[in-house]
Antibody, heavy 118, light 108 residues
Framework: EVQLVESGGGLVQPGGSLRLSCSAS????????MHWVRQAPGKGLEYVSGISSNGRSTYYADSVKGRFTISRDNSKNTLYLQMSSLRPEDTAVYYCVKGSPYYGLDFWGQGTTVTVSS | EIVLTQSPGTLSLSPGERATLSCRAS???????LAWYQQKPGQAPRLLIY???GRATGIPDRFSGSGSGTDFTLTISRLEPEDFAVYYC?????????FGQGTKLEIK
């Protein structure tokens, strides 16, 4: 059974930093691209970032480019999102998502909440 | 990036009726790279349809997808009470991936 468990969310002041982690199990983590998708309170889904299976290719939404960094450790089956220069508009539930070139975003974690507020 | 526009924003229907949800792209999307997701309150989204018309594992056959180019459709043939939720289309053929803004399917 595929499991994706996010951690690292919390309350942070504007301009601060936070690192999210996603622990994956139940599939061959190193074979698949992985992604972060967020959802602000009462809003729709927003694609944040993605990383290829070997970590060599990364992708970012314009809204986070230059502030967020996605990475992965295939030896630990873990995905990361380093977030810096955080803004109130980054407040959201952040989902870790398994990618598939065939199926799209086929498995989602339950999400971790990030709140940016003073 | 590819912009996806969903319509209508809200759809009010009764159980047993047919629902038709639309997703229009700002540029052509490969049919193999268009997906639909369902999200219920307090839950993570769930993959419904991949590659325009493929049903994900466990998805009932009342859900179907169609379309090509810039116009795609999700159809629910006969609504069940558990189908009332928010639906998102998404393209995964071009990075960064993008989502539509969602269609809320509510009980009339």
């Amino acid at each position: 059974e595929v499991q994706l468990v996010e951690s690292g969310g919390g309350l942070v002041q504007p301009g601060g930093s936070l690192r999210l982690s996603c622990s994956a199990s139940g599939f061959s983590f190193s074979f698949y691209g992985m992604h972060w998708v967020r959802q602000a309170p009462g809003k729709g889904l927003e694609y944040v970032s993605g990383i290829s299976s070997n970590g060599r290719s990364t992708y970012y939404a314009d809204s986070v480019k230059g502030r967020f960094t996605i990475s992965r450790d295939n030896s630990k089956n873990t995905l990361y999102l380093q977030m810096s220069s955080l803004r109130p508009e980054d407040t959201a539930v952040y989902y870790c998502v398994k990618g598939s070139p065939y199926y799209g975003l086929d498995f989602w974690g339950q999400g971790t909440t990030v709140t940016v507020s003073s | 990036e590819i912009v996806l526009t969903q319509s209508p924003g809200t759809l009010s229907l009764s159980p047993g009726e047919r629902a038709t949800l639309s997703c229009r792209a700002s540029q052509s999307v490969s049919s193999s790279s268009l997906a639909w997701y369902q999200q219920k309150p307090g839950q993570a989204p769930r993959l419904l349809i991949y590659g325009t018309s493929g049903r994900a594992t466990g998805i009932p056959d009342r859900f179907s997808g169609s379309g090509s180019g810039t116009d795609f459709t999700l159809t629910i043939s006969r609504l069940e009470p558990e189908d009332f939720a928010v639906y998102y289309c998404q393209q995964y053929g071009s990075s960064p991936y993008t989502f539509g803004q969602g269609t809320k399917l509510e009980i009339k």
